[in-house]
C-alpha cells in the first residue's frame, strides 16, 4: 500500500515570504506528526493530530508555525515570515492510532531553504 | 522524558554482527523503548521495539535488562545497506505518543 508522501520533496524560498508544506498519511491513519529536522541532528517533534485536532503542538517554536488537518487526512505545515534559521528537513509521520506502541511511518520529508 | 545516550558512530564490516547500545538511567516505569533507522534524504523507519528482556524481529533483536536503564539493538550480518544512522528512543503515551530523537549512532559498514 502507498506510504505517506509530502509536497514539494524540494522547496526555495525568501526569507519572509511564505509556505506551505503538505503531508498525506497512511489512509486510515487517525494520527499525525510533524517533525524537524537539522542538519547532523535527529528530528525534532513539533505537532501531533489525533484527527482533526492538535492534540499536541508543544513543538511548534513560535506563532509563525501553524498546522491544519480539516478532514481528518492531510495536514498541511504552514511558516510565515520565513527565516534563514526555518532551513531544515520538515518530517511528516502518521501511525494508526497514536498509542505508544504504534510505529510512526515516516514520508520522505521536504527539504525547505530559505534564502 | 527519559534521555538516551548512544555512542556517535560506530564502524564495521560486512558480515559482521553490530551491537549498538543505548543508556537511558532515567526510564520510567511505563516508558516503552524503540529503535528508528534512518538513510540519507530519508524519513527514520522503525526497526524494533520492546519493553524488557529481549524482543526479535526478522531484522533486529533488542536485548533490555532488568533494570532497563541500558538497550542493546543487535543487528545479525550486516550488509553495506545497514550504513544509517540509528536512533534509540523512550517514551509513553502520557508523552503524547512524539518521538524524541537524540542524534543517534552513525553506523557505517565497509567491505
Known amino acids: 500500500g502507498a506510504g505517506v508522501s509530502q509536497t514539494p520533496s524540494n522547496k526555495v524560498t525568501e526569507k519572509g515570504k511564505y509556505v506551505e508544506l503538505r503531508c498525506d498519511p497512511i489512509?486510515?491513519?487517525?494520527?499525525l506528526y510533524w517533525y524537524r529536522q537539522s542538519l547532523g541532528q535527529g528530528p525534532e517533534f513539533l505537532i501531533y493530530f489525533q484527527g482533526t485536532g492538535a492534540a499536541d503542538d508543544s513543538g511548534l517554536p513560535n506563532d509563525r508555525f501553524f498546522a491544519v488537518r480539516p478532514e481528518g487526512s492531510v495536514s498541511t505545515l504552514k511558516i510565515q515570515r520565513t527565516e534563514r534559521g526555518d532551513s531544515a528537513v520538515y518530517l511528516c509521520?502518521?501511525?494508526?492510532?497514536?498509542?505508544?506502541?504504534?510505529?510512526?511511518?515516516f514520508g520522505p520529508g521536504t527539504r525547505l531553504t530559505v534564502l | 522524558l527519559a534521555k538516551t545516550t548512544q555512542p556517535i558512530s560506530m564502524d564495521s564490516y560486512e558480515g559482521q554482527e553490530v551491537n549498538i547500545t543505548c543508556s537511558h538511567n532515567n526510564i520510567a516505569t511505563n516508558d516503552y523503548i524503540t529503535w528508528y533507522q534512518q538513510f540519507p534524504s530519508q524519513g527514520p523507519r522503525f526497526i524494533i521495539q520492546?519493553?524488557?528482556t529481549k524482543v526479535t524481529n526478522e531484522v533486529a533483536s533488542l536485548f533490555i535488562p532488568a533494570d532497563r536503564k541500558s538497550s542493546t539493538l543487535s543487528l545479525p550480518r550486516v550488509s553495506l545497506s545497514d550504513t544509517a544512522v540509528y536512533y534509540c528512543?523512550?517514551?509513553?503515551?502520557?508523552?503524547?505518543?512524539?518521538?524524541?530523537f537524540g542524534t543517534g549512532t552513525r553506523l557505517q559498514v565497509t567491505l
Open positions: 489512509s486510515g491513519h487517525t494520527a
Open positions: 509521520a502518521s501511525s494508526p492510532q497514536g498509542a505508544q506502541t504504534d510505529t510512526q511511518y
Open positions: 520492546g519493553y524488557k
Open positions: 528512543l523512550v517514551g509513553n503515551t502520557g508523552t503524547a505518543s512524539k518521538l524524541t
